[in-house]
């Protein structure tokens, strides 16, 4: 039985821990970034159905809604 070879085993058990961590946590930052992202669209484009908004008549007409 070679001590090294359980040493060398140990090692890259651990570096291969590591790795993952890392491209884990860079996968979580990902996701964040695009929820990030999606949020800004989202506030950009979504439309004004009040009464008083833009798309007041085409959305009523879309959905079968009267304005009153």
């Keep these: ?33 695009l929820e990030w992202a999606f949020k800004i669209i989202e506030w950009l484009t979504a439309p004004d159905i009040t009464a008083d908004g833009p798309a007041r008549q085409l959305y009523s007409y879309t959905f079968g809604w009267r304005w009153r």
């Design 1 to 33: 039985m070679n001590p090294f070879d359980l040493l060398a085993s140990g090692a890259g058990k651990i570096v291969a821990d590591g790795w993952t961590a890392v491209m884990l946590t860079f996968w979580e930052v990902g996701l964040w970034f």
